[in-house]
DNA sequence: GTGAAAGCGCTAACAT
DNA sequence: ATGTTAGCGCTTTCAC
């Protein structure tokens, strides 16, 4: 009796229905079950060559297209993955690692849904229900997740979460960064071998550059005597070339005596070798610049710039190969990648 | 009978479910039918006062976040968006058009789903499958979709879709862009009326960069006679400062006297002006420059670029709001928007 | 290899 | 204002 209810139900044409083509309707032009024509889409080794191929000539005729929102509610994998950036604007260090994430997901059959957290947590939220919501496969944050509410809703959510950009000891799930206080350190060591002596910094305000900023300061000090004078603007995000020029302006007019600078990002170095050259100073020579992050543009500034490179691509070739594993059921073996860091020394320090 | 069966299976505990709180649950915790609690949180103005309040409390109390996947597939409304891009990369002028989009469709409870198509059309069929397998609410394509098929089967879909950054007498749907050709003209007009006339042209090789170029040249034809010379440079996308200044480098061992520039992206014009300045030529003395695109670093170059701007924002703006309204069942008034374009006179130029 | 039945978690459609 | 019922289109489960 409950299948003659069902056949009841399924005989009066549903007016909810869209008129799309389902599988259901595939299924019966080719003359299979449903869970037949499923199957040749999705696991064709499973399926006769003779059934295979009426499906897929059914597909063809009709130009269906699985409607993954069922898939997805079905069977509890919506072959989504979500991935949140503080913005998505030209000349950001993340956008190398979105771009490789979406190629590398795209061939593993996962779609990128980008979300932008601002870089005020404001509306944090909203975009986590937004996210969890639709119940993505893997979630990748740039940065990690501080607020213990966000980790809990997260951890409670169950999703896959790769956090990027950084290391710590405490990760949600999975890791993928490298640590800025070593790059601060390097950088300081860098400028020190390179002769120079009178350093200043201009820096973001997010708190990864901060750290940066501190250890580069304190590696600075370690070397120049505790009391060394080490003048630093700070930035809001996002930084630009006029916010780098600008930085620059104001501390050479109060400190018109460095000869290096360390910046916080490569394009707010662009904007401090403009600066200098408008005001006719040399770079290298009066002034080391060092930058962060080797933007597509910055072996080709004049002169080219000496910045810390973060590899982004692998950042998003891994954090896809922790999800997609994960998701395979495949116990990840190491879950906290450090992707490290270079110096690519170039013309200008 | 028919409820008999029903409640006999809801009884027996599924093994498919997966242990996260649902809608159903909150509804028990509240006391009230799944269908009230559901009208709490997606129509609150239909539920009493008394109701609604200890429907929040219930989500308040576990946490509960609707699935979203569910959702869409009963009422046919995802709420969420595609937007196909190029390249996600820094530095192309899409950017500003995503954030705003971005932003615009938050604010409308609107999810971006962001594709790549790449330069070269390749995989466009499966990316349209990712796309319309998701049953977006839109979607938003940058520049206008020409091969027959991708028409056919995004027609077939009944997705709403704005094609952007171009116009075309034979939109598929909804259309906010600007004329390529008006452009060229434009510049060639500009340049020409600065006193201009040993003019060259160094652009991208995708189709519209190429509708801007042609055009260019024509109009710089009828200023300066049908043989005039107008060496020009094609380079492939994406266009970078690397391959600005090498183009230009170029266009200048074969031209030396050429006293105009003419850039299809500001990208590309940062490239050439770091060029000239290392070979010593002066901008705009000996060498006025005009960009395309008018990107966030365009002002604070030096001299500042002299370019042409796309208020990206705005085509963002306008996308998002044709697609709500159309969700919203209203009729759009005007599925064509000219959004048009200004020169931005700078230093440069 | 194939299929019938029973959901996945939610909302539209009709009650009341 | 609230509830009942019947799906949305797919896949899992279990049986053959």
Redesign the interface.
Known sequence: ??SH?ASAARDKRSRRS?G?ITLAEVARLAGVSPITASRALNTPEQVSAGALQKVRDAVQLT?Y??????G??AS?R?R?VAAVVP??????VF??M??SL??SL?TSGY??????SGYAQSRED?LL??I????PDGLVLTGVMHSLQGRR?LQ???IPVVETWDLTPTPIDMLVGFSHERVGTAVADYLHAKGRRRLAIMSGDDERAVRRTTAFVARARSHLGADATLPSVAVGAPS???SG?RAFAKLLDEHPDIDALCCGSD?MA??AI?EA??RGMRVPADLAVIGFGD???S????PALTTVRIDGTAIGRQAASFIVERAAGRGVAERVVDIGFSIVERASA
Chains 1, 2 share one sequence.
């Open positions: 009796m409950g209810t869209h799309g130009g297209v699985p409607n993954l929102l069922a997805g509610l509890s919506s989504l913005a998505i604007g030209g000349g950001t956008m190398e979105v771009q979406t190629e795209a779609q990128l849904m980008l979300g932008q909203a229900d937004a969890i919501g639709r119940r809703r409670a959510s169950g630009t070339v006029g020029r394009v662009a904007g403009i050259q408008v933007l597509g543009f072996a080709d500034l004049h």
